[in-house]
């Protein structure tokens, strides 16, 4: 069965194995980062709408469990935008909560929505929520997240701020770099300086792992990372991972794929563990998707390691 609004699972180095959840449906996001893996953003915006009703998130979440027998370690709200511009974020999360599934609820998020009471109440229902920040250099902002002009960065933080305050979960922080765009000594100072008020329980720094919207960025050496995560405390080991072989039909495994790799690109590593399939099964679904033009790989300029797209997604 093909989902329109679940995908994976997937592998995540901080909550292991997490199957998605798309609440908004098409590429709706409040920036068009440099970087997204989810390609150049098609409608910028800061109004909320109910981009994915309640009532087709319950429904297919029943019906995901109902097919499969695989329990991941998180139920992840994201998408190919900003999550939270859905105005039925906290029905959401409150209705996944009240399902006998015992699973905890992360989102992500961009950050831009925490200047709104509203949407600080709708997110502390969550169990961990994973907001990302990578400059707070008004020039940098601009430069990597390319907001919606309407987006206040001191707002911004303070509404991360205010989060904190009043969010009992945890709080996974993440600062990803670009070199020559928001790697200046000034940006870390204040971050750091940041991280000290925020106190968050896990700090991430990154860089593109993936193919994203900016193909001519460069990567930052692993030394110059190892600074700043030194500078962070930062926690990069891998979280828990549980996988179990649910499917050996071709035709779902090809559905599954897609829609998988249609939010996030993905190696046949990280496709094997995550979706439980074996190594010769996942080949023949990403051959086949591949031969019909649905698939594109693409090479990571970290480490060199080949990902698995949605064709024409990421070029540009």
Request: proline share 4%; with cysteine.
């Amino acid at each position: 069965m093909m989902f329109e609004y679940i995908f994976g699972p997937v592998m995540s180095s901080r909550l292991g194995s997490s199957l998605g959840i798309d609440l908004l449906g098409c590429k709706v996001c409040s920036f068009d980062c440099l970087y997204c893996e989810s390609g150049k953003t098609e409608i910028k915006t800061i109004k909320r709408a109910a981009c994915v009703s309640l009532e087709s998130i319950a429904s297919e979440l029943q019906t995901w469990f109902e097919t499969y027998e695989q329990r991941s370690d998180f139920i992840t709200l994201g998408g190919q935008g900003e999550p939270c511009l859905n105005s039925c974020l906290g029905e959401i999360i409150q209705s996944i909560k009240q399902m006998p599934l015992d699973i905890p609820v992360a989102v992500l998020t961009n950050s831009s929505m925490l200047s709104d009471p509203q949407v600080r109440k709708e997110l502390c229902a969550a169990d961990v929520v994973l907001p990302s920040l990578d400059s707070l250099v008004e020039s940098e902002f601009k430069k990597i997240n390319r907001p919606h002009p309407s987006i206040d960065l001191k707002g911004l933080a303070q509404g991360l701020l205010d989060f904190r305050q009043e969010f009992q979960g945890k709080i996974f922080l993440e600062v990803l770099i670009i070199p020559g765009i928001n790697d200046s000594r000034e940006n870390l100072n204040r971050l750091i300086d940041f991280n000290s008020q925020l106190r968050p329980d896990r700090v991430d720094i990154t860089t593109m792992s993936r193919p994203g919207s900016y193909l001519g960025a460069e990567l930052p050496s692993s030394n110059f990372l190892a600074e700043w995560r030194k500078a962070f405390n930062a926690t990069v080991s891998p979280g828990k991972v549980s996988v179990t072989n649910i499917c050996t039909d071709q035709s779902a495994i090809r559905e599954r794929v897609l829609s998988s790799v249609k939010r996030r690109p993905q190696t046949q590593e990280q496709l094997i563990r995550a979706l439980g399939v074996s190594s010769s099964d996942l080949d023949a679904a990403l051959s086949e998707l591949e031969g019909s033009g649905l698939i594109q790989s693409a090479e990571s300029k970290t480490d060199f390691q080949k990902f698995y797209l949605v064709r024409g997604k990421h070029a540009g």
